[in-house]
């Protein structure tokens, strides 16, 4: 297997299980040596950086520390069935993804360098779900 990530810098969100956890490790396999999210305990050769998405501040200090990042795994997300005068889940599912892309760009544009972003979804956007309004709007 090609070492395709080899000495480049990856960050997962979202990477303790699931999805996350599985892109992580095939990172790992593809050369991937640092920044995958949350996996330390499955390889000591990780870095992690444990932080909610959702708190903004404490995100952009974290992901700004990585420096250059090549390769940005979009998948933090959660789902909680609420009332959309209630609509907590719109900063980890929407904002974080939208803020952590962009300081990710903005570092790849000031390094010069190519980079890839890589954003997972919730097959919530084909079937709709009552009271699931940050995945699809629903008409009752």
Known sequence: MAKRFQDK???VTGGSRGIGKAVAERLLQEGQRKNLGKLK??????????VDVSDWDKTNT???????V???????????QEEFVDLKIINT???SAFNIT???AHGLISAGRPGAVVNV?????LKAAPRSMSYVFLKQ
């Open 9 to 11: 810098t990856a960050l």
């Open 41 to 50: 305990a499955v390889n000591p050769l990780i870095n992690t950086i444990q």
């Open 62 to 68: 974290a992901v700004k520390q990585i420096g250059v």
């Open 70 to 80: 090549d390769l940005f795994v979009n998948n933090a997300g959660i789902l909680h």
């Open 93 to 95: 599912n929407f904002k």
């Open 102 to 104: 962009q300081i990710v």
């Open 121 to 125: 979804s919730s097959v919530g956007g």
